[in-house]
């Protein structure tokens, strides 16, 4: 029983037929149930991004949280975003691809332009969920070494195998590539 209890307190799904998100800076109240207009308690935090949020620079790929395409920040922590019900994200802070750059400038996160200059891409596909990975790893250790970052992006599939300028990009957005 105290098992069981513990599952249901670590989930937080709302009582209330409202949740709040704090995507990008900008606060999202948004109803809670089954009607059009929406957002129903199995959507997943991907499917509310993409489909009801229109931020489609999350991507979905698998759909079972094995390849890291969709990863976003919540508070700071990478999540895979089509493995997080978008109830249980009531109250939080997330960040998307779209809200890196600065938006009065409108210049890329410095993160962003080390992809760019390190040609850390091909297709693309993969490219939101590595970057915002690799941005919560440098949230958390702004120095790592090689491994580190290896380590820290292991959960991103990159088909198109541009991993190694994946690292040299994290590694230059660091300061230890320069």
């Not at 978008?86 to 109250?91: A, P, Q, R, W």
């Not at 750059?101 to 996160?109: M, S, V």
């Not at 190694?164 to 320069?178: D, E």
């Amino acid at each position: 029983m105290a098992v069981r209890a513990q599952r249901h307190a670590r989930k937080k799904i709302p009582e209330t037929d409202h949740i709040s998100l704090i995507i990008n800076g900008q606060t999202y109240t948004m109803e809670v149930g089954t009607a059009p207009h929406q957002i129903d308690p199995a959507d997943t935090l991907a499917h509310t991004l993409r489909e009801t949020l229109g931020l489609t620079g999350t991507k979905v790929s698998c759909d079972h949280g094995a390849c890291g395409s969709c990863t976003v920040l919540m508070d700071g922590k990478a999540i895979l975003s089509c493995m997080t019900l978008t109830v249980e994200c009531d109250g939080k802070h997330i960040a998307t691809i779209e809200g890196l750059g600065n938006p009065e400038t409108g210049r890329l996160d410095p993160l962003q332009q080390a992809f760019v200059d390190h040609t850390a891409f091909q297709c693309g596909f993969c490219t939101p969920g590595m970057i915002m990975s690799a941005k919560a790893l440098l949230g958390e250790n702004p120095s790592p070494t090689e491994g580190e970052v290896k380590e820290g992006l292991s959960g991103n599939l990159c088909r198109c195998i541009s991993s190694y300028h994946v690292v040299k990009a994290v590694l230059a957005a660091s300061g230890k590539g320069r």
